[in-house]
């Protein structure tokens, strides 16, 4: 086992469950509802590297009814690839669970490309989406001749479940003559249920709080 989502009620306890292929490696992946195994689903194509997976057990789709969300490390992505793998289980009442797919990354990219847009003048950063305006000042960070252009760093996409929706965080880089920093703020991504998969519908700015061990979702 992996991780699981405990319950008052034993049935419905939930447990990711994969088999150890080295130190740091996870395949054929299962999930199990419940304590005694009446409801389990299988996924051979299913990976997971280093570091513990999320689980999630919330109504994300708007139907009263708990979905499974569970998040996964890509270690095998390669460049350019994103190193978090999503993955949603809809409850279809008399049927069980079943996987919904999630915007692929490229549709979303393309949004982004549509309705964001980056400016900086001196030490504040500008980000407008759609109508809606971003500003922040960007010399708390200290990094050294901070500048455009800006990386927008899609293959470091985390996700959580905040208040019932799934959310996504694309993290935003200034340019800059140190070699580590650089890390100004986050995309953030609302998905809805499209009917058909979950699409990304709200998309706003949240600027890199020093404060946060965990930038992405502080707890």
Same mark, same amino acid.
């Given at each position: ?53 999320? =689980? ?17 490390? *890509? ?30 990354? &490229? ?44 990386? =927008? ?12 929706? =799934? ?41 890199? *709080?020093?404060?946060?061990? &965990?930038?992405?979702?502080? *707890?």
């Amino acid at each position: 086992m992996l991780v699981s989502v405990p319950s008052e009620i034993w049935h419905q306890n939930i447990y990711l469950m994969a088999d150890r292929i080295t130190w740091m490696d996870y395949e054929n992946f299962a999930v199990q509802v419940g304590d005694m195994g009446q409801m389990l689903y299988h996924f051979p194509s299913w990976y997971h590297g280093k570091y513990e997976p999320k =689980l999630f057990e919330e109504d994300i789709s708007g139907d009263m009814l708990d979905d499974i969300i569970i998040v996964l490390n *890509n270690d095998k992505a390669g460049p350019r690839k994103p190193r978090k793998d999503i993955h949603v289980l809809h409850f279809i009442e008399g049927q069980g669970y079943e996987e919904a797919p999630v915007e692929p990354l &490229q549709k979303t990219q393309i949004k982004i490309n549509r309705n964001v847009k980056l400016e900086k003048y001196d030490n504040t950063v500008t980000v407008h989406i759609g109508n809606e305006k971003y500003t922040t000042d960007i010399s708390k960070y200290n990094y050294e001749n901070p500048r455009e252009p800006f990386n =927008l760093s899609f293959e470091l996409i985390d996700y959580s479940v905040e208040n019932g929706q =799934l959310v996504g965080a694309v993290p935003v880089y200034v340019s800059r003559d140190t070699i580590g920093g650089g890390l100004i703020g986050y995309l953030k991504l609302e998905y809805i249920w499209g009917g058909k998969e979950y699409v990304v519908n709200q998309i706003n700015f949240n600027q890199y *709080n020093l404060k946060d061990d &965990q930038f992405f979702f502080p *707890n």
